[in-house]
């Protein structure tokens, strides 16, 4: 009895799934088994919630040299409604994205608005790709209040899915309403779904510096699993520059 396997690399991120493949010669029975096992996989791995694509996209464009930025607005810039907020953010991405231009650099953006929270004032989270250079040129741009930076953090307590639910905190205005949106050049998570042999399981390779998930279980219906992980050789922090080496002094004979 076959299976099948679904695999999403986003970035650093990778996501596996397998469950059953139906079968025509199935009974009812088993047929209402493995479609319920194939829920809880489309559940896992289709993206049913927000947060969850969220997550994806934010693991395939943005690491811990990138930015996490609050923007705020001060008394004369506050606007009055969601509309003008937005307008407000495109006229600061247009100015963003002159000044990389100028310099040659990229700029790959995505964002939120709120105001449903606190002291309901409007404001933004938003995740900017790094170029070194950033934090002076962004608070000269921004100019309708404050501007608070926050370093990306890829750990067991902080990482893409913490960040992505609490960008996704507030309920939408009207449903169906994206509660983001980003520049049209971020990455695309790459997915890809196949049959494998039935006896196939997934395996956390033993470098991956993190976990995040592991479902693992046997049902009357056939085996289910799911796995998340970071892979190898990706910066989860970034550290205090080494200290220079003293060269040690030749003793004279």
Known sequence: MAKFKKIIVAGPLVVECIYPAPNPRDSAGVRAG??????????????????????????????????YVTLTYDDAHLPRNRAEARAAMRAFWKRLRKARKEKGQELRYLYVTEHKHGEGRWHHHALINGTG???????????????????????????????????????????????????????????????????????????????????????????????KYLAAGWETTIGPRPKAKRRRRRKRP
């Open 133 to 227: 250079e950033d934090y002076d040129l962004i608070r000269r741009l921004w100019g309708q209040g404050g501007v608070e930076f926050k370093q990306l953090r890829i750990d067991r307590d902080k990482n893409f899915e913490t960040l992505a639910r609490y960008l996704c905190k507030e309920q939408r205005d009207k449903a169906g309403l994206r509660l983001w949106s980003g520049s049209r050049n971020l990455r695309k998570p790459e997915r890809e779904c196949f049959r494998v042999p039935n006896d196939t399981q997934l395996t956390i390779p033993r470098n991956a510096p993190i976990t995040f998930n592991n479902d693992n279980r046997d049902t009357l219906y056939g085996h289910f699993q799911f796995i």
């Open 34 to 67: 493995k479609k319920a096992l194939s829920s809880a996989a489309q559940q896992q791995m289709n993206l049913k919630y927000a947060y969850q694509k969220l997550e994806l996209l934010i693991a395939a464009n943005f690491g811990v040299r990138d930015l």
